[in-house]
DNA sequence: ATGGGTATTGTAAGCGTTTGCAAATTGTTT
DNA sequence: AAACAATTTGCAAACGCTTACAATACCCAT
C-alpha cells in the first residue's frame, strides 16, 4: 500500500544522504554510480514508494516520451488495426499515446496537431484520406517529427508508410476483367482526394489500359465510408451496367454485396466483389469477400518504428515506405 | 507561417512590457485585466505565435488536462466504439486521451494505471472484463479518480457505468425460450471473471427457473472472445443438444451462425442465436444478428462526464450507473 | 608519500507556467 | 483635495526533475 502524496526525487535524496543529481542518475539508468550508493538508492525508492513525476521530467527534458496519434476514427476497423500496431511499437519504445479522433474534419486535424504540439508530443503520427494545404502548413510548423501512416499526401514530402496503392487496385481489377467481365465499376472516396485521382483511379485505369478496354466515366463512383452508402450506391453501380465492382472500403463493400443479394443477384455468379481493406468485415460474411490484403497492423507498426527513429535523430535511408500487399481471392469472385 | 522554436511567455510579456503573471492571466481567461492591456497581450500573442507549453502549466498547476484509458484492444468493435464516447466528450471538456491497450492481461493493466499515474493524468477510464485485485490495489493508490466504463468489478466500489447485465441476459433468454426452445446455451467469457459468474450466468438462470427449465450445465460454454472461437464452440453446441443460443460476444456469435450455416442449419428455423452487444457485425451478415442493445457510445460518453465531475470534486448522487438497453429482433430468431 | 587519472558525487541553473500576496493605479465619495 | 475601496499589475516562490560543470574521492604507479 502507497502513500497518496507520492514522494519526490528530494525525499528519497534526502533520505539516502545523497543530492538530487544521484538519484536522478540511477532512476535514469546512468552508470556512474557506484553500485552500493546505487543499492541504498534503489532501496529508499522502494521504500517510499517514489515514482518519478513525468510532467517535472518532462519540462527539464524536453521531451515526453509521449506520441499523439491523429486519426479519423477508431471506430473504423481498418484505422483501428493501424493503431493497435502503433500502440505495441510505441509501447515497446515506451512511449504512451495520445489519441485523436479528427473524422477527417481538417479543421479537428488542424486543431489537434496544434494541440499535440503544445502538449510537448516528441512525435505524431497522422492518419486520414487527405491532408489538405492547412493541415500540412500546420503540420509543417511542428517542431516534432510526423510520420503518414496508411495515407498520402499529394507532394509526397512526409515521411510515410503505405502500400501501393495504385499497384493494388491494378491487380484487383485486372483481376476481375480476366473473369470476363467489361463493366467494371470502381467506388471510392471523393475525387479530390489525391489517394483516389492519383493512386486509385490511376490504377484502374491501368488495369483497363493493359486489357484494352475504353474507360468509362459513368463507372466511377464516389461514397462516403460506411454500410449505408454501400446499400445506396449499390443499385446505381447495378443500372450502371456494372457486372463488377472494386470497392474502396469493406463497409461499403458488405453493403454492395447485401443490397444485391437481397435483390437476387448471385454473387460472384451475377457479380463479382473485390474489396481494399480486408478487415474482418470480409471473413464474417457468406460468401466471404475478395480483398486487396494489406498488411494493416504492420503499417502502424512500422510508421511507428521510423517515428522513434526520426525522434532519435538517426538518418534514415528511405522515408517513404511501401509494404507488400496481396489479393486474397475469396467467395465474391470467381477466381 | 509560424517560427519553429516557440515563444514563450516571457517574450509575449517582454514584448508587450507587462509581467508573466498578467500574460498567464489572459492567456487563462482570468478576467483581472483591463481590456487594453488584454487586447495588446492578445496581439502580442498572435504575432509571435505563442502557444502555452502544456508541460509547464501541467507542472505548474498540478493539472495537465489529460486522462488516461485503459483498454483490452482498440481494435475490438464493442470497445473502440466505448472509446469513441469518451473521446467525444472528453474533447467536449478539453481533455486529451491517453489510450493504453492491455489485452486484459492484468499486469499490462498493473502497469498501465501506474504509468498513467507517473504521467500526472487527471482522471482514468478503466475497461476490461475483469477486475484482479493487483489492479484493484493499484487503482486505489492512485490519487486521480476511476470509473469503470462496460466493467464490473465483484466488490462494486467503484464509479462505473453499465448496463444492467443480468437483467439484459435474462431478456435474451427468456425471448428464445418463448420461441419454443428448452435447451438454450449459453457462451460467455471465464466463468472466473465476475461478469460472467456474478452477472451473465445468474441472468441465464433467472430467465430458465421463470420459465420452469432445469438448469443444465453441459449447455454452458467458455470461449475466447473471436471469431475462430465461435466456429469452435458451435459444433460442442449442436452436440450439446441445444437448439438455440445466447453469446457475450458478436464475432463469436458470427462464428457460431456461419459454422451451423456452413453445416446445412437453416438459421432460424432450426436454430436460434441471440448475441450480447450490437457491434457493426450483427448487421452485415445475413440473416442480421437478433442482439441485446447497449448503448455503447453512450456508457463511454457517460462514463466520461462522470469523470469530469470526480475531477472537478463535485458531489456524484449515484456512481453506479446502468444504462437502458433493449433486445433487437432480427433475422436470428424467429420472433 | 606524491602526482595523475578516473570514477563518483554535488552544485546550481534552468525548463515555462501558475499563483498567493503585495504594490500600484484608478475611481469614488465626501 | 484627502481618504478609502476597487481594479490592475508585478514579484517571486514554487512545481519536480535534468544536466553542465565543478568538486571530491579513490586507485595505482612511482
Same mark, same amino acid.
Given at each position: 500500500?502507497?502513500?497518496?502524496?507520492?514522494?519526490?526525487?528530494?525525499?528519497?535524496?534526502?533520505?539516502?544522504?545523497?543530492?538530487?543529481?544521484?538519484?536522478?542518475?540511477?532512476?535514469?539508468?546512468?552508470?556512474?554510480?557506484?553500485?552500493?550508493?546505487?543499492?541504498?538508492?534503489?532501496?529508499?525508492?522502494?521504500?517510499?514508494?517514489?515514482?518519478?513525476?513525468?510532467?517535472?521530467?518532462?519540462?527539464?527534458?524536453?521531451?515526453?516520451?509521449? @506520441?499523439?496519434?491523429?486519426?479519423?476514427?477508431?471506430?473504423?476497423?481498418?484505422?483501428?488495426?493501424?493503431?493497435?500496431? @502503433?500502440?505495441?511499437?510505441?509501447?515497446?519504445?515506451?512511449?504512451?499515446?495520445?489519441?485523436?479522433?479528427?473524422?477527417?474534419?481538417?479543421?479537428?486535424?488542424?486543431?489537434?496537431?496544434?494541440?499535440?504540439?503544445?502538449?510537448?508530443?516528441?512525435?505524431?503520427?497522422?492518419?486520414?484520406?487527405?491532408?489538405?494545404?492547412?493541415?500540412?502548413?500546420?503540420?509543417?510548423?511542428?517542431?516534432?517529427?510526423?510520420?503518414?501512416?496508411?495515407?498520402?499526401?499529394?507532394?509526397?514530402?512526409?515521411?510515410?508508410?503505405?502500400?501501393?496503392?495504385?499497384?493494388?487496385?491494378?491487380?484487383?481489377?485486372?483481376?476481375?476483367?480476366?473473369?470476363?467481365?467489361?463493366?467494371?465499376?470502381?467506388?471510392?472516396?471523393?475525387?479530390?482526394?489525391?489517394?483516389?485521382?492519383?493512386?486509385? @483511379?490511376?490504377?484502374?485505369?491501368?488495369?483497363?489500359?493493359?486489357?484494352?478496354?475504353?474507360?468509362?466515366?459513368?463507372?466511377?463512383?464516389?461514397?462516403?465510408?460506411?454500410?449505408?452508402?454501400?446499400?445506396?450506391?449499390?443499385?446505381?453501380?447495378?443500372?450502371?451496367?456494372?457486372?463488377?465492382?472494386?470497392?474502396?472500403?469493406?463497409?461499403?463493400?458488405?453493403?454492395?454485396?447485401?443490397?444485391?443479394?437481397?435483390?437476387?443477384?448471385?454473387?460472384?455468379?451475377?457479380?463479382?466483389? @473485390?474489396?481494399?481493406?480486408?478487415?474482418?468485415?470480409?471473413?464474417?460474411?457468406?460468401?466471404?469477400?475478395?480483398?486487396?490484403?494489406?498488411?494493416?497492423?504492420?503499417?502502424?507498426?512500422?510508421?511507428?518504428?521510423?517515428?522513434?527513429?526520426?525522434?532519435?535523430?538517426?538518418?534514415?535511408?528511405?522515408?517513404?515506405?511501401?509494404?507488400?500487399?496481396?489479393?486474397?481471392?475469396?467467395?465474391?469472385?470467381?477466381?
Amino acid at each position: 500500500m502507497q502513500k497518496k502524496s507520492s514522494a519526490t526525487i528530494y525525499d528519497v535524496a534526502h533520505r539516502v544522504g545523497v543530492s538530487l543529481a544521484t538519484v536522478s542518475r540511477v532512476v535514469n539508468g546512468n552508470n556512474n554510480v557506484r553500485e552500493s550508493t546505487k543499492r541504498k538508492v534503489l532501496d529508499a525508492i522502494e521504500e517510499l514508494g517514489y515514482h518519478p513525476n513525468a510532467v517535472a521530467r518532462g519540462l527539464a527534458s524536453k521531451k515526453t516520451t509521449t @506520441i499523439g496519434v491523429v486519426m479519423p476514427d477508431v471506430t473504423d476497423m481498418y484505422y483501428s488495426e493501424l493503431a493497435r500496431g @502503433i500502440d505495441d511499437v510505441a509501447n515497446m519504445y515506451h512511449y504512451d499515446v495520445l489519441l485523436t479522433n479528427t473524422d477527417e474534419d481538417p479543421v479537428r486535424e488542424t486543431m489537434a496537431v496544434n494541440n499535440l504540439a503544445s502538449k510537448q508530443v516528441d512525435g505524431i503520427i497522422f492518419m486520414g484520406n487527405e491532408l489538405e494545404r492547412e493541415v500540412l502548413n500546420t503540420i509543417a510548423g511542428v517542431d516534432a517529427p510526423v510520420v503518414l501512416a496508411g495515407s498520402v499526401d499529394g507532394e509526397g514530402k512526409l515521411p510515410s508508410v503505405n502500400i501501393d496503392y495504385v499497384e493494388a487496385i491494378k491487380e484487383a481489377t485486372t483481376a476481375v476483367i480476366k473473369n470476363g467481365h467489361d463493366r467494371v465499376a470502381i467506388v471510392t472516396g471523393p475525387i479530390t482526394h489525391a489517394i483516389n485521382s492519383l493512386h486509385r @483511379i490511376v490504377g484502374y485505369k491501368a488495369a483497363l489500359e493493359d486489357m484494352q478496354i475504353a474507360f468509362d466515366e459513368t463507372l466511377l463512383f464516389a461514397t462516403h465510408q460506411d454500410y449505408a452508402a454501400g446499400l445506396q450506391v449499390a443499385e446505381k453501380i447495378v443500372s450502371a451496367g456494372a457486372t463488377a465492382v472494386i470497392a474502396y472500403d469493406d463497409e461499403v463493400a458488405v453493403g454492395i454485396m447485401n443490397y444485391l443479394r437481397d435483390n437476387g443477384k448471385r454473387i460472384p455468379e451475377d457479380f463479382e466483389i @473485390i474489396t481494399s481493406n480486408d478487415t474482418k468485415f470480409t471473413l464474417v460474411t457468406r460468401p466471404e469477400v475478395t480483398s486487396i490484403g494489406q498488411p494493416k497492423y504492420d503499417i502502424g507498426a512500422v510508421a511507428m518504428r521510423m517515428l522513434t527513429k526520426l525522434m532519435n535523430n538517426e538518418i534514415i535511408d528511405d522515408t517513404q515506405i511501401k509494404l507488400p500487399h496481396t489479393l486474397e481471392r475469396r467467395g465474391t469472385t470467381r477466381n
